[in-house]
Nanobody, 123 residues
Framework: QVQLVESGGGLVQAGGSLRLSCAAS????????MGWFRQAPGKEREFVTS????????YYADSVKGRFTISRDNAKNTVYLQMNSLKPEDTAVYYC????????????????WGQGTQVTVSS
């Protein structure tokens, strides 16, 4: 199993930007697709985005398409989530995840999770 540690969360005003990072250790990072989920208070965890091991394939939830960008650096064992034009409804704990397939992550078939990082967007 791969170990995941998220960072980069914080408080930002609506319209602002944040970049989250997820550092991986354990199994070979480049063998894994990576992704991000989020969970707002009182709501279920939801898919945000995923990226294939090569970086060639990405998936995005409709709610973040055009505003968020996922990327990865296999040399640094790190995946990033650039979040622009943030909205108050983006407020949530963001979780990094790893799986053999970006498509599987999009369909919530993943079982390696980080501890989460809080993102709060004020209006």
């Amino acid at each position: 199993q791969v170990q995941l540690v998220e960072s980069g969360g914080g408080l930002v005003q609506a319209g602002g930007s944040l970049r989250l990072s997820c550092a991986a250790s354990g199994r070979i990072f480049s063998n894994y697709a990576m992704g991000w989920f989020r969970q707002a208070p009182g709501k279920e965890r939801e898919f945000v985005t995923s990226i294939s091991w090569s970086g060639d394939t990405t998936y995005y939830a409709d709610s973040v398409k055009g505003r968020f960008t996922i990327s990865r650096d296999n040399a640094k064992n790190t995946v990033y989530l650039q979040m622009n034009s943030l909205k108050p409804e983006d407020t949530a704990v963001y979780y990094c995840t790893a799986s053999p397939s970006a498509f599987a992550i999009r369909n919530n078939r993943t079982d390696s999770w980080g501890q989460g990082t809080q993102v709060t967007v004020s209006s």
